[in-house]
């Protein structure tokens, strides 16, 4: 009547996560009449409520045996498992841009997790970012961040973040920028302006002023210094240098030309230094010219040039020839019959009285007193007012002229005749500057053939005017439209049969508004 006796299987947990269940469970038996046995099976489990949070499933297994004599035994296992079928939850990191410019990546980003049976976390860690492709214009860039987490049953989730930033590593560009130049007595601007264009930011106008400003030289210089900044604070600069070229003669002195016959003005009893050359017959005469050589002494001065007189066939030329570095402002000569000119019945060496001299010349280096008529044994004064050449940046417009005044010497032995000198062949230009039309205006005490050319700078006739039958007394005015010459110097030669006269006119018309 005794029930036989199951060997009791403890209530037990599979291992692991989502374990399947045991199909049965076996353990043994023993009676105190039969043998018992081993091995036997329990049924195949039922399933029992979950835990309160789902996480944990229970099945209970029921192992039954009755004896020989109808006695019978009851056991039962509970088996429980851990049951997680769930993903976990990353708490989401939205994109986002970082801030500034190539802002360096970050290594990782930080987020939480939750999880339906484990307890999640704080502060779970990102990947180190994969890079995504540029935007079209290349100054946007994207690294893509991902989570990934697993709770404890092997359920995993993945998120990612798009991290985007501002990136541009390229200088701007400065277009539209004026050339550096030198240019001749002007003033330099006061501003220069210029454009800037950029890979990623909108660019725009630029504005320089003046700086550095300095003299180096024959010139005056100033840097225009253009400087463009992106948003990445990439920058460029750019420097455009400007210089104003000056015309400066310095150390001006009088000076005279010294023959193999002469006589220095102090042993004639004036106070004032200088030669009167003696020229008996005709031939071509080369003789020094001196400048500051006071008392006569040329040591005392320095060598500036030389005169070379051509006195040829009845006619007396005085050409100036001045050294490199020298030039000349003015040049007064004599040629007369006597040493020195007359002025109230009395001598005189002042140079504004000498019977042939030129007005004011733009600094030659060669320059042509002649031919005047002459004859006989005579005596030429020839006075120049030199200038060390420092700086020039304008072509002198009288350089290699001549001026042909109007007058005769005849000085034959036993009877020497008066200079006579006579009037220049003058004229009036104006306005000056002008526009499109010049008047040129003149009077002479004399019949004469009248010519008027009109030359630009580099010798080339652009017009002529003819008068074949001026009246003596007469004031002529000529209008003359220039309006098809641009804006420039030019020379006008008005050509008298008793001499030529040249003048510096200058066409200026106001620039056309855009």
Known sequence: MTDPEIVD????????????????????????????????????????PDSEDGCTQYRLYTFTVTDDCGNSDTETTLVSRDYDMTDPEIVDVPDYKLEGCNTPWPENLTTDWTDNCSAGGQGILSDGGVDQPDSEDGCTQYRLYTFTVTDDCGNSDTETTLVSRDYDMTDPVITDLPESYEICDAELPEVLNAKWTDNCATGGDLIAYPTNQR?????????????????????????????????????????????????????????????????????????????????????????????TITYQDGYVSVEYNLYEGYVMSVAHVYIGCEKYPIKNGKETVAPGQYNFSTSKLDYVSNYTVGPIEASGPIYIIAHAVTC??????????????????????????????TVQQQEQSNFSAYPVPFRNEITIEYEYKF????????????????????????????????????????????????????????????????????
């Open 9 to 48: 299987v403890p209530d037990y947990k599979l291992e692991g996560c989502n374990t399947p269940w045991p199909e049965n469970l076996t353990t043994d038996w023993t009676d105190n009449c039969s043998a018992g046995g081993q091995g036997i099976l329990s049924d195949g489990g039922v399933d029992q």
């Open 215 to 307: 003299t180096e030289g024959c010139a005056m210089y100033a840097d225009y210094v253009f400087t463009a900044t992106d948003d990445c604070g990439n920058s460029v600069t750019e420097t455009v240098t400007l210089g104003v070229k000056m015309d400066l003669f310095e150390n001006c002195g009088t000076a005279f030309a010294r023959g193999n016959d002469y006589t220095c003005f102090l042993d004639d009893g004036f106070n004032r230094w200088g030669w009167t050359n003696y020229f008996e017959t005709e031939g071509v005469y080369t003789i020094p010219l001196y400048t500051g050589a006071a008392q006569c002494d040329t040591s005392n001065g320095a060598q500036s040039g030389e005169v």
């Open 388 to 417: 060390e050449e420092v700086c020039r940046c304008h072509e002198s417009v009288d350089n290699n002229g001549t001026f042909t005044p109007e007058g005769s010497v005849h000085c034959e032995e036993q009877a020497i005749e």
């Open 447 to 514: 019949d004469t053939d009248v010519a008027i050319e009109f030359y630009s700078m580099n010798g080339i006739l652009i017009k002529r005017i003819e008068n074949d039958s001026y009246i003596k007394g007469t004031q002529e005015q000529i209008k003359v439209d220039l309006s098809d010459v641009q804006n420039q110097a030019l020379i006008v030669r008005l050509i008298t049969d008793r001499g030529i006269v040249n003048k510096k006119i200058i066409a200026m018309r106001p620039k056309k508004r855009k």
